[in-house]
């Protein structure tokens, strides 16, 4: 077992390694470290914050159920399978966020009857979702929105 004196020694000198790093040259610190960090974030928390600003739809699917059925005389449960309809939020594909020079992008599928100012409206509810300072959203083309992230006042 190593020593733990220096097992925190070691600890301390790499936090105080990567505030350095941080402070002394922000961009590539960005780019290896903060920028993957929030990429994972962002991909895991999109079905939530989807459906918490409202960008999701409730669609039709078929679902294999098990629902219990009448009980029997030995007191077992008996349970009946089938297939039956339910209604399942569905969230806007997301593409692979990509770093930019203060935050980073991504561009989304949009739903059949979403437009650009559904995302618009929910912009300000998305950067509080996701911690970052201000999210603009534009549309290069039918059906995708692109939106862009800022970790940080850029002036």
Do not use: N
Request: charge should be positive; aromatic fraction near 12%; charged fraction near 20%.
């Amino acid at each position: 077992m190593p020593d733990p004196l220096l097992l925190l020694t070691v600890l301390a000198a790499t936090a105080a390694g990567l505030w350095a790093w941080r402070r002394f040259h922000y961009p590539s610190f960005w780019l290896a470290v903060g920028f993957p960090l929030m990429a994972l974030s962002v991909r895991a928390s999109w079905r939530r914050v989807a459906l918490g600003c409202g960008l999701t739809k409730k669609r039709q699917r078929w679902w294999f159920t098990l629902t219990p059925g009448a009980v029997a005389s030995t007191g077992l449960v008996k349970v009946r399978r089938r297939f039956q309809r339910v209604a399942v939020d569905t969230k806007p594909f997301m593409w692979l966020p990509l770093p930019t020079r203060y935050g980073w992008r991504v561009t989304l599928w949009t739903l059949e009857g979403q437009i650009p100012d559904d995302y618009a409206d929910a912009a300000e509810r998305l950067a509080h979702s996701w911690g970052v300072h201000a999210v603009r959203v534009s549309s290069p083309r039918p059906g995708r929105v692109v939106l862009m992230a800022t970790m940080r006042d850029p002036s």
